[in-house]
């Protein structure tokens, strides 16, 4: 038999002397063959590390336990592991131990915007439903370090009902994030009965799937799976490639199931020191992504969880890839570039500025090229539909079908025109207290 290449021939071999093609890409023969100590990280890969490293390794995977494919591990460079992305990625890093007094378990409070116990209801219209606590193989900069690979974080049926419940009952929930862990190590029966639960809540429009199995497990997009799926749409499914040499002949093939099937696919990396914090590096991923029918949605700034410090970057690193990014290559190619706010203030986004300046009728842009430009305000601008709220203006709601009243938050409510709200001011400082006491 041949696998695809050498080195995956060389590593099937060695875990299985017996070992067929068919295996090889039989997803739940790599999970059953998954690397999980560093013996057998070292054998398959015929590398050592000196006893000391070795000694502070395995404290690092009592702490953050290790798991790979053998799949993914087939991708490391063994020549220069050191350096290789796919390796920095999977394998434990001794400085994973060293935690810094800015991270936290927990640094974007998913635990506290729960209603439930898998659900985070952070955003007005939208719900994180972590599904599966099961992943193929633990990313080593997996925000959700706390989690991964702890046995008794995954969720039963009947804490999946709770959720599903939850988002029955409430009404404003019209986009369902299956994430985790990897809602993909679910069964395919599982998978369906949770999609069949979510389609016949109407008020649920639409459904996602956060997924590495295209870039860690490839062999997870069968046939079975897919035609699943399909019957499920709208859905829309987002991976999680970090690197080009992610995009392998066996990750293309699942890419190419899940877009035959017409699920619209995109794609969320993280900014990672020393793995893709280049703009040539992010330029190239993502126009093999687009290449692949896959939008590259959100990139990432490294969140505040334990044990990332080596992974994380200046922002400024990340602005300047942007730079490099946007008008310099197609559009859609372009990530939106994002830090999760500390303390579970949800997504924020971050752009070089090209807004210089304003004038009451003119504003001063520049390009991506350095062109500084005006563009000249409309001088007679009315505002035809009003301001923000759908029940006063009587002309907006009767374009609308169903439009009910609005309610605008935060700083919507600044620029409406029917909140009386002029300013928003944090609640628990000293001034606020005084005024108070007065
Ligand atoms: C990221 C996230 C979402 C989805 O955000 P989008 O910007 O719509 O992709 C929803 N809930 C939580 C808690 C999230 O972290
Ligand atoms: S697949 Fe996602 S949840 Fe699982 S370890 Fe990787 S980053 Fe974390």
Redesign the pocket.
């Known amino acids: 038999m041949t696998i695809y290449d050498d080195k995956q021939q060389e590593i099937a071999e060695k875990i299985s002397s017996d070992v067929k093609l068919s295996n090889w890409t039989d997803w739940k023969w790599q999970l059953k063959h998954s690397i999980r100590n560093i013996d057998t990280f070292e054998k398959l890969l015929g590398i050592q590390f000196d006893s000391q490293e070795r000694n502070q390794l395995a404290e690092t995977v009592k702490r953050f336990p290790l798991a790979i494919t053998p799949y993914y591990l087939s991708l490391i460079d063994t020549d220069n592991y050191i350096n290789d992305p796919i390796y920095k990625q999977a394998f434990p890093s001794i400085s994973e131990l060293m935690v810094n007094s800015a991270e936290m378990r927990d640094p974007?409070d998913?635990d506290k915007?729960s209603p439930v116990p898998i659900i985070?209801?952070?955003?007005p219209d939208?719900?994180?439903f972590q599904v599966s606590g099961m992943c193929s193989m633990y990313c080593r900069h997996c925000t959700r370090k706390r989690r991964v690979g702890d046995v008794d974080l995954i969720p039963n049926r009947q804490e999946i009902s709770r959720g599903i419940e939850y988002i029955r009952n409430t009404p404003v929930i019209r986009?369902i994030?299956l994430s985790g862990g990897d809602p993909f190590l679910l069964s395919d029966e599982n998978i369906d009965w949770i999609l069949t639960e979510l389609d016949n809540i109407p008020h649920v429009e639409v459904v996602?799937i956060g997924t590495r199995t295209p870039v860690v497990l490839p062999y997870r997009i069968t046939d079975d799976l897919v035609n699943i799926l399909k019957r499920h749409h709208p859905l829309w499914i987002n991976t999680h490639f970090n690197h080009p040499r992610e995009i392998t002949k066996s990750s293309k093939a699942a890419l190419r199931k899940l877009a035959d099937a017409g699920i619209p696919l995109g794609n969320q990396s993280v900014l990672l020191a020393g793995i893709n914090d280049h703009p040539i590096i992010i330029k190239k991923l993502v126009h093999k992504l687009v290449q692949n029918r896959v939008r590259p949605?959100?990139l990432y700034q490294c969140d505040l969880s334990e044990g990332l410090k080596h992974f994380r970057t200046p922002i400024g690193k990340g602005i300047e890839i942007m730079e490099s990014l946007i008008g310099h290559t197609s559009g859609f190619a372009v990530p939106a570039y994002?830090i999760?706010a500390p303390g579970g203030g949800?997504?924020i986004r971050l752009m070089p500025n090209y807004l210089l300046s304003w004038s009451h009728d003119k504003v001063v842009l520049r390009n991506f090229e350095g062109v500084i430009t005006a563009y000249q305000e409309p001088e007679n601008y009315e505002n035809f539909f009003g301001n923000l709220n759908i029940y006063d203006s009587k002309l907006l709601s009767s374009m609308l079908e169903g439009a009910e009243e609005y309610k605008a938050t935060g700083i919507e409510r600044l620029l409406s025109d029917l909140d009386e709200t002029i300013s928003l001011v944090p609640e628990n400082t000293d001034r606020i207290e005084r005024r108070s006491n007065a």
Do not use: A, I, M, S
Not at 120 to 123: I, M, N, Q, V
């Open positions: 974007l998913e915007d985070t209801h952070r955003y939208r719900v994180l986009d994030l996602r949605y959100y994002v999760d949800g997504k």
